[in-house]
């Protein structure tokens, strides 16, 4: 078992439209759970970070987290063909010294 | 600097050489990691550095793959007898912190290694 998965995708969702975005993770340690989001070619960057039960609102951005269930969200209202990327899920575990990302879902918002 | 800085940003390199690549953190970032990614795969972790030292070399995949790390900055990572599989970006971060909550890991733009 991996130890984060996501659905490789792609999801494909029309522009304006809500893009729900799902992780889950097997350590049970973790504690800190990331979004990143990667463009074709470029780098990891940082759209959100949740480390408590619940809900965290960032923009057009939800992440949830419900660590009984070892699962992780992220919610991107009003899509738009921009957010157009893969989105990489990461649990810090490892005794905290590292990231480890899921596969990553790629995300499709068409006109 | 700025950002983390990577070098080089492209290489293409004969199967059975050496290459060196060059990670050159955020400014008084104390952690320093190495992953790779392969075409179209997710990110796997190499390596973590904490100052000079590397508590964690888990994911290196074999023993023709070195790092280090010195000054608590700028970090190499080494690659002997290179191998096509071993065709990939590979993307250094660093953060402030042991990657404990809060400390936001950042990525540099990466180093893509071709070999032929």
């Known amino acids: 078992q991996k130890e984060v998965e996501q659905n490789s995708g792609p999801l494909s969702v029309p522009e304006g439209a809500i893009a729900s975005l799902n992780c889950t993770y097997s350590d049970r340690v973790s504690q800190s759970f990331f979004w990143y989001r990667q463009y074709s070619g470029k780098s990891p960057e940082l759209i959100m970070s949740?480390?408590?039960?619940g809900d965290k609102e960032d923009g057009r951005f939800t992440a949830q987290l419900n660590k009984a269930s070892q699962y992780v969200s992220l919610l991107i209202r009003d899509s738009q063909p921009s957010d157009s990327a893969t989105y990489l899920c990461?649990?810090?575990?490892?005794?905290?010294?590292?990231?480890?990302f899921g596969a990553g879902t790629r995300l499709a918002v068409h006109p | 600097g700025a950002g983390v800085s990577q070098s080089p940003s492209n290489k293409v390199t004969e199967k059975g050489k050496d290459v060196e690549l060059r990670c050159d953190p955020i400014s008084g970032h104390t952690a320093l990691y190495w992953y790779r990614q392969s075409l179209g795969q997710g990110l796997e972790f190499l390596i973590y550095?904490?100052?000079?030292?590397?508590?964690?070399k888990s994911g290196l995949p074999s023993d023709r793959f070195s790092a280090e790390r010195t000054g608590g900055s700028v970090s190499t990572l080494t690659i002997q007898r290179t191998q096509q599989e071993d065709s990939a970006v590979y993307l250094c971060?660093?953060?402030?912190?042991?990657?404990?909550?809060?400390?936001?890991?950042?990525f540099g733009e990466g180093s893509w290694l071709t070999v032929v």
């Open positions: 990461a649990a810090l575990g490892g005794g905290y010294n590292k990231l480890i």
């Open positions: 550095f904490q100052g000079n030292s590397a508590p964690d």
């Open positions: 949740i480390y408590s039960n």
């Open positions: 971060a660093s953060s402030s912190g042991g990657g404990s909550w809060g400390n936001t890991i950042y």
